[in-house]
């Protein structure tokens, strides 16, 4: 399987497909061309019936992926992480993709990428690793979805203090909150998961396929009103077009403190 791709890399071998982030001079960035990428790589693995999809970075990476371009975050009153965004999308994809995707966790996860990981079946962490998601932090009103995605995987009290803090997260709390399934030496974490990966490939396909499809729906089985999900939106909007957004997206760009009047 010949790599056609600019920002990843990727491979199928074994019925195992492998998604390797290859965009080091943004910091593995989730940009839209590396996420409309990543789409376009499980599509074909889903042609080609991979059995199993790994997404990783380069070994011994020191940031596994800094998260959201946040130079492609919009400032004119646009939701920045709406439905139709290829982060959202490439999420969907993720989840919907009919075998297990595992996230092998080398270096520093952060904002969206942390979304990513931990829209992933299963996380492998090295003791290395750490997760911050960041949206507090510049400002930006995450969605209703994503919040719902660490409820799930965290519970609400852990999910909480990642969203209300900011700050990162360690391997060993990771493990602790439900993020990462194992912490793995650096040395000895590539050969681990390419062993769970070839275990679940030797498992009936059809069979994983329908019971990742059945985690999906029940673990999205939250049922929520039209009124109250128009409720969500105007919150976000309220954000999303306040002053506070555009000064914590210009403040990150300028490497300066952002500097927040709660309007």
Not at 34 to 54: D, P, Q, S, T, W
Not at 84 to 113: C, D, F, N
Request: some cysteine; hydrophobic content about 40%.
């Amino acid at each position: 399987m010949a790599n056609k791709y600019d920002f990843i890399i990727a491979e199928l071998r074994d019925k195992i497909g492998t998604i390797i982030f290859n965009n080091p001079s943004k910091l593995n960035a989730l940009t839209s061309a590396m996420l409309l990428e990543i789409i376009e790589a499980l599509l074909e693995f889903k042609e080609e019936k991979a059995r199993v999809v790994i997404i990783r970075s380069a070994k011994w990476s020191k940031v596994w992926s800094s998260g959201h371009d946040i130079n492609e975050l919009p400032l004119d009153g646009i939701d920045p992480l709406g439905q139709e965004k290829p982060l959202e999308k490439a999420l969907s994809a993720i989840q919907t993709y009919p075998a297990p995707v595992i996230a092998m966790i080398e270096g520093s996860v952060w904002g969206g990428a942390c979304d990513l990981t931990i829209t992933c079946d299963l996380a492998i962490g090295t003791p290395e690793c750490s997760f911050a998601i960041t949206p507090a932090k510049i400002g930006v009103p995450y969605n209703a979805s994503g919040i719902l995605h660490f409820i799930n995987r965290l519970g609400l009290s852990h999910a909480k203090e990642m969203f209300f803090t900011g700050t990162p997260v360690d391997a060993e709390t990771a493990l602790h909150f439900g993020i990462i399934n194992h912490i793995v030496d650096s040395t000895d974490v590539e050969t681990f998961t390419y062993d769970l990966a070839s275990k679940i490939s030797k498992n009936s396909p059809l069979s994983i396929e329908v019971i990742k499809e059945q985690f999906r729906i029940l673990t999205n089985a939250h049922p929520i009103t039209p009124n109250a999900f128009e409720h969500i939106e105007s919150l976000r909007r309220k954000v999303y077009c306040s002053e506070d957004y555009k000064e914590g997206i210009n403040s990150f760009k300028e490497k300066r403190k952002p500097d927040y009047k709660g309007k």
